[in-house]
């Protein structure tokens, strides 16, 4: 059974840096980060394609780092020039059924059917 173990988060002031690490137990399909603010819709955030090379949602692209360690199952996401509107809580997920998708589609949350408990991250002004 699929499991991700989500670490780092916390509180920073605006123009900071912070960073995220996701752990699966077993190599998925995809894997992804999403996040959402209460009340407010999910939104992908970066993922990596096949290749490692990264993929962005265009909120975060040039502040954002999406890394994937193969070897280790984890995906990582460095954060920076962090503004308050980044606040939110921030999801692991991961597909473990149906095979291989395009990253675009993985970060639509389509098909995404592991999510990890979610990590918040606070961006002070």
């Known amino acids: 059974q699929m499991r991700l173990v989500e670490s780092g988060g916390g509180s920073v002031q605006a123009g900071g840096s912070m960073n995220l690490s996701c752990t699966a137990s077993?190599?998925?399909?995809?894997m992804a980060w999403f996040r959402q603010v209460p009340g407010k819709p999910r939104e992908g955030v970066a993922s990596t394609h096949s290749d490692g090379s990264p993929y962005y949602a265009t909120s975060v692209e040039g502040r954002f780092t999406v890394s994937k360690d193969i070897a280790k199952n984890t995906l990582y996401l460095e954060m920076t020039s962090l503004k308050p509107e980044d606040s939110a809580i921030y999801y692991c997920?991961?597909?473990?059924?149906?095979?291989?998708?395009?990253?675009?589609?993985?970060?639509?949350?389509?098909?995404?059917?592991?999510w990890g408990e979610g990590i918040t991250v606070t961006v002070t002004s």
């Open positions: 077993y190599s998925p399909y995809c």
């Open positions: 997920a991961a597909r473990t059924r149906g095979g291989s998708m395009d990253v675009a589609r993985c970060l639509s949350g389509f098909g995404m059917d592991e």
